[in-house]
């Protein structure tokens, strides 16, 4: 089983379920207020977007940064077994109420497989296996089976394996060059050029900063804010748990270095 390709989004085999399951609050993000269970007045009769192409000039930003991971088909076609919510209204109010854990247990399960590919976590990787494959069980229990589920504990479990796993790999860096940034606020932060090999990223918020030129090979992004962050030309190579949605959210251009696994937002310049 190609698991990269199954915790892709494949919206063709989803009932639309980002656009009914979620709240929406009035932003920059948003243009409407939207509550959870009440479908998008933009989502059409095949469960299509009617505005997808346009969405960041219509108001809804947001969306263009929202990545399900790939739980929004698995919902859609393995739990409810293609049963969609307008036709078997019956399903719709627990539907919904599985997708956004469905979508945390596919989140992890994108983490867990990267850790799968790193070779300097080698010693960790029969652990990561292990939860790997806990991990995927959960997301195939009964659709009633959903709500009992401790995820909160699950993740916790995860994080403290993940964080080990970073642990090793940035430690194949030199001392010197590694920085401890968790969880710090670099909003608008001036980091041009900036030698960020092997740093501890996770959870800082670098909303609008200037990264151009960074070097960002073998830092730790796991949860990082990268809202408008400027990325022309950093090198991202090597980045540990980065994710699609993170670079959705940010700028970048033809010169910035990605890992193979994640593509070049197509609204990035050249």
Known sequence: MD????????????FGLCCVALTLTRSADFAVNKDAGQPCHNLQDDFRC???TALRTEGFPGCTVYDCFGAGQKVSQETFDGQ????????????????????????????LTEALTLQAAR???????????????LTHVAPDAFTALDVDGHRDD????LLRTSELVRGTVPRKKKRNLRGADLIGARLKDADLQGADLRGAYLI??????????????IGADLRDAELSGADLTGSLFLTQAQLN????NGATKLPPSLSRPTHWGS
């Open 249 to 252: 959210a940010a700028r970048g």
């Open 3 to 14: 698991r990269a390709a199954v915790l892709r989004a494949d919206c063709a085999n989803c």
């Open 84 to 111: 969609d919510w307008r036709r078997a209204p019956q399903t719709a109010q627990q539907m919904f109420q599985v997708f956004p854990v469905m979508r945390q247990l596919h989140e992890l399960l994108w983490y």
């Open 158 to 161: 995860v994080a403290a394996l």
């Open 123 to 137: 010693p960790l990787h029969g652990e990561i296996r292990r939860t790997l494959d806990r991990t995927e069980r």
């Open 208 to 221: 609008a900063a200037d990264l151009t030129g960074a070097d960002l090979r073998h830092a730790d992004v």
């Open 50 to 52: 009617g505005i997808h």
